[in-house]
């Protein structure tokens, strides 16, 4: 039996680009994108109305920012929605504001449709994706403890980074580092503390930055 399609919700303020995105991603047998909006005060509604599996949204709309909107989403426990951030905003602070309200992934609309599917299909498997333009734009340890993100980190830190930008969990990091899931947790938290990281998008947005990660 065929596995019904996966079902999205676009919302930008530009018809052009809303029109393109449906057509893109309309193309790909297992996608469905079921609503669009270029309101930023519909779109909880619609997700609530509608529970896509995704949200493709831009950060600049009118009626509410999609920075509310992600949070939001991301904190009520009902949805099971993720939320991929597609804008032209690629100011360091933004990107971890966005990021801090639950984004699960973040790209900027020059790049190319090929990278766009990228992001979708990675955010769909449960991962975080940050594109390199974004990654170059990130501050790592925005909004932290001043000297927080100097903190070096150690070479199982940096082993616990990369996994987790991959989209491992804790279960499974133990599993292939051969520690407990409890040392993991240690080491995440650490790592997290070190460079101001609040969250798996941000990880792998350094990740990327590092060079520990390729999302493409």
């Known amino acids: ?16 680009v809303r029109e393109g995105l449906k057509m893109l991603l309309s193309a790909e047998p297992d996608l469905r994108v079921v609503a669009d909006t270029g309101n930023g005060a519909a ?9 896509p599996t995704l949200l493709v949204l831009d950060l600049e709309l009118p009626g509410k920012s999609g920075i509310e909107i992600a949070a939001a989403i991301k904190a009520d426990a009902s949805l ?14 933004t990107v971890a504001r ?14 190319d449709a090929a990278e766009l599917l990228t992001a979708v299909r990675t955010v769909l ?25 100097a903190a070096p980190i150690t070479p199982r830190e940096r082993e616990v980074l990369s996994l987790v930008a ?8 133990a599993g292939l580092m051969g520690i407990s899931v409890l040392t993991v947790r240690t080491h ?19 990740a990327v930055k590092l060079g520990l990660y390729d999302p493409t």
Request: hydrophobic share 50%; net charge neutral; glycine share 12%.
């Open 1 to 16: 039996m065929t596995a019904p399609p996966t079902t999205i919700v676009i919302a930008d303020d530009h018809m052009l």
């Open 80 to 93: 099971a929605c993720k939320v991929l951030v597609l804008t032209g905003n690629l100011r360091a602070e």
């Open 43 to 51: 779109v909880e509604a619609l997700v609530r109305e509608l529970a």
């Open 188 to 206: 995440r938290q650490r790592l997290m503390e070190k460079l101001g990281l609040r969250n798996a998008a941000e990880i792998t947005a350094y």
């Open 125 to 149: 498997a449960g991962q975080g994706y940050v594109s390199r333009q974004i990654a170059g734009a990130f501050a790592a340890g925005a909004g932290a403890a001043p000297g927080a993100a």
């Open 98 to 111: 966005a990021l801090a309200a639950g984004a699960d992934g973040y790209v900027v609309k020059s790049e």
């Open 166 to 173: 991959r989209g491992y969990g804790n279960n499974d990091i």
